[in-house]
């Protein structure tokens, strides 16, 4: 083998020494080397995957969150169509009392001022009963000429008026 080695021109002692280094090489870069970025990119791969499934974990809790957000602002608007329905209600039911009441109230004041009227129609028709009487015993006095006592005047009148009615 010696032969074939020079017949190619390599020196097996030189080729021996050189692998021997190779090895020595190969050693200290697979302990000094190779082994802390190995393992410094495993460690990076497992903190990408960690951070991967963080990420996963955090979208799907803001997937859940947004949809219970949606159910909540569902929540919310019912809520404020029933308050709203109530308060129209309400709204209405005060509207109907109070036209109820102020129809009560016309009413009452209408009653008031026709028996204001009826009280003020019997005064004047009593004035003027008393003016039309005074009239009478004037007229009645000018033609007699006679003044007669006060209860007789009274009858005379009473009985002028039983005639008119």
Do not use: C, H
């Amino acid at each position: 083998m010696s032969d074939l080695f020079a017949k190619l021109g390599i020196d097996w002692k030189l080729l021996l020494a050189q692998i021997v280094n190779f090895l020595i090489l190969l050693w200290v870069l697979k302990r000094y080397a190779y082994g802390p970025i190995v393992r410094a990119l495993e460690k990076r791969s497992k903190t990408i995957e960690q951070s991967l499934a963080q990420a996963k974990e955090i979208e799907a809790e803001r997937a859940k969150l947004a949809a219970e957000q949606q159910v909540e602002m569902a929540k919310a608007r019912t809520a404020a169509q029933q308050l709203l329905a109530a308060a129209r209600q309400d709204a209405e039911t005060f509207l109907t009392s109070a036209r109820e009441q102020a129809k009560i109230e016309a009413a009452a004041v209408v009653t008031a001022a026709s028996k204001e009227a009826q009280r003020m129609k019997d005064a004047i028709v009593a004035e003027a009963k008393q003016d039309l009487a005074d009239l009478i015993v004037a007229g009645t006095e000018k033609m007699v000429r006679v003044k007669l006592d006060t209860v007789a005047d009274r009858q005379l009148i009473d009985e002028a008026l039983k005639e008119m009615k």
